[in-house]
T-cell receptor, first 111, second 114 residues
Framework: RKEVEQDPGPFNVPEGATVAFNCTYSNSASQSFFWYRQDCRKEPKLLMSVYSSGNEDGRFTAQLNRASQYISLLIRDSKLSDSATYLCVVNIRTGNTPLVFGKGTRLSVIA | DAGVTQSPTHLIKTRGQQVTLRCSPKSGHDTVSWYQQALGQGPQFIFQYYEEEERQRGNFPDRFSGHQFPNYSSELNVNALLLGDSALYLC?????????????FGPGTRLTVT
């Protein structure tokens, strides 16, 4: 079983739609969780951290379910500029340890 | 405030050759991590340098080696290149003792091995 698994998509949604991505991780000792966004042929950029209590940043909501070992990202009112690959990222231990990335979920928002 | 920079942007090499990629971390950062991202995959951790030492290493062969300099910049060296080494090589910097461990990525070096 891969450490971090995501549905690769693509998800093709119209502007204004709500879309949700899920991600599962295998190591129950995982400590930190993130969503990164990666545009085509660009570097990944941190979109948001994911906390146990859930967190929201504008149109984006991230949630963590430790019991089921999955992380979700909800995007409301999709914009054309949201088109990108969304990478689920897990940090296994505390401290400055390497990030473990999923393969990413590709989102295309269509006018 | 300069972000993470990498050079070169693109590189074409032939099988068996050696390559050196370079990374300068974000101002104030002292830790550099290298990742390999093959087409259609997420980045895979290669190794991490802190205080000029390799601190952690992913599942990559010894053909992959690195170095960190006193100014915190870093190099990634790959010997005896294989076709499968073609990928985007990403450098990420962070602050060694910062528990938030947010890593900032550079734009990457796209390596093509023919």
């Amino acid at each position: 079983r891969k450490e971090v698994e995501q549905d690769p998509g693509p998800f093709n949604v119209p502007e204004g739609a709500t879309v949700a991505f899920n991600c599962t991780y295998s190591n129950s000792a995982s400590q930190s969780f993130f969503w990164y966004r990666q545009d085509c042929r660009k570097e990944p950029k941190l979109l948001m951290s994911v906390y146990s209590s859930g967190n929201e940043d504008g149109r984006f909501t991230a949630q963590l379910n430790r019991a089921s070992q999955y992380i979700s990202l909800l995007i409301r009112d999709s914009k054309l500029s949201d088109s990108a690959t969304y990478l689920c990222v897990v940090n296994i231990r505390t401290g400055n340890t390497p990030l473990v990335f999923g393969k990413g979920t590709r989102l295309s928002v269509i006018a | 405030d300069a972000g993470v920079t990498q050079s070169p942007t693109h590189l074409i090499k032939t099988r068996g050759q050696q390559v050196t990629l370079r990374c300068s971390p974000k101002s104030g950062h002292d830790t550099v991590s290298w990742y390999q991202q093959a087409l259609g995959q997420g980045p895979q951790f290669i190794f991490q340098y802190y205080e000029e030492e390799e601190r952690q290493r992913g599942n990559f062969p010894d053909r992959f080696s690195g170095h960190q300099f006193p100014n915190y910049s870093s190099e990634l060296n790959v010997n005896a290149l294989l076709l499968g080494d073609s990928a985007l090589y990403l450098c990420a910097s962070s602050l060694g003792d910062n528990p938030s461990y947010e890593q900032y990525f550079g734009p990457g070096t796209r390596l093509t091995v023919t």
